[in-house]
């Protein structure tokens, strides 16, 4: 069986650490030659060496615009094309209303939501010229139900899903597809995984976190050809919190 991934140039930001360089690691192993862009420059260059040939590391500030042209100039010059961008950064930066500041909340909507948008237009036409290509933007369960405390985290996530419609629509006649994933709780940095987390384990139906990987596993169908008919929609993969209630 070939590889899920042979031929495919992917840009993957925020992947120097947890989901990202998990989806960078099984990327190359699926064929993929990937651009790893962060702002964490020394883990970044790390993943990248240990990867070899297939994998370059860019800094990648998701709210700069330029560094976005930068990184899918990378892709084109080192690998040939780009058919493949996934919007993975992000951060978690909560607090209830009345004490959050405007400061946080426009920090947090210029990562997480702002950050894919300025992705979505430095790689448009790339993307359009490597046809089929594929756009794969990671909101979060928090883009499906609410979570009190964490309210630009969640508006973000939200508007997150929102892009990923609009975006389909408009670029599924030029060959690309657009969707969006939405983890529950994994164990990476982000939550002080594995020893320090304090989030409740049992929020789901598996009564466990999940890992990297299970949703690395989501984000290659959909980055791959195998995923060719699915468009414009959201994909849960949380253990089932977002089921309802028991
Ligand atoms: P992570 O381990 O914290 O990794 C995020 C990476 O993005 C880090 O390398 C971080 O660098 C980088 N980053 C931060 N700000 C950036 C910027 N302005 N430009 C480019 N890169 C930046 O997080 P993760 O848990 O793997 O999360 C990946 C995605 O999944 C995020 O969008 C997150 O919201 C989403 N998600 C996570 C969970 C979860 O439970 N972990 C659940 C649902 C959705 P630094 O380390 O230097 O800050």
Redesign the pocket.
Same mark, same amino acid.
């Given at each position: 069986m070939s590889a899920r991934l042979s031929g495919r140039v992917a840009l993957i930001?925020?992947? !120097?650490?947890?989901?990202? %360089?998990?989806h960078a690691r099984a990327f190359v192993a699926e064929g993929a030659s990937v651009v790893i =862009?962060?702002? %964490?420059d020394e !883990? @970044?260059a790390k993943l990248a060496a240990e990867l070899g040939d297939a994998a370059v590391f860019t800094h990648? $500030?998701?709210?700069?615009g330029a560094?976005w042209d930068l990184a899918v100039a990378t892709a084109v010059e080192r690998f040939g094309k780009l058919d493949v961008l996934v /919007? /993975? %950064? @992000?951060?978690?930066d909560a607090g209830p209303i009345g004490t959050y500041t405007e400061k946080q909340w426009q920090h947090t909507l #210029?990562? /997480?939501l702002t950050?894919p948008f300025l992705g979505l237009t430095a790689a448009r036409d790339a993307l359009v010229s490597a046809r089929p290509s594929s756009v794969v933007n990671?909101?979060? !369960?928090? =883009?499906i139900q609410g979570v009190p405390g964490v309210h630009a985290?969640t508006a #973000?996530?939200f508007g997150?899903r929102g892009l990923t419609k609009s975006a389909a629509l408009e670029l599924a006649p030029h060959g690309v597809r657009v969707n969006s994933?939405? +983890? @529950? =709780?994994?164990?990476? +940095?982000?939550?002080g %995984?594995p020893e320090g987390t304090t989030?409740d384990r049992g929020a789901n139906t598996l009564k466990r976190? =999940?890992l +990297?990987e299970e949703?690395t596993s989501l984000v290659v169908y959909l980055a791959s050809t195998e995923s060719s008919y699915c468009n414009g929609a959201e994909y849960v993969v $949380?253990g089932g919190m977002t089921a309802g209630r028991a």
């Open positions: 930001s925020g992947a !120097a650490s947890g989901m990202g %360089a998990s =862009g962060d702002i %964490a !883990a @970044g990648l $500030d998701v709210t700069r560094d /919007n /993975n %950064a @992000g951060i978690l #210029s990562i /997480n950050g990671i909101s979060s !369960a928090a =883009g985290y #973000s996530k997150l994933v939405h +983890p @529950g =709780g994994i164990l990476t +940095p982000m939550l %995984a989030l976190l =999940g +990297p949703v $949380d």
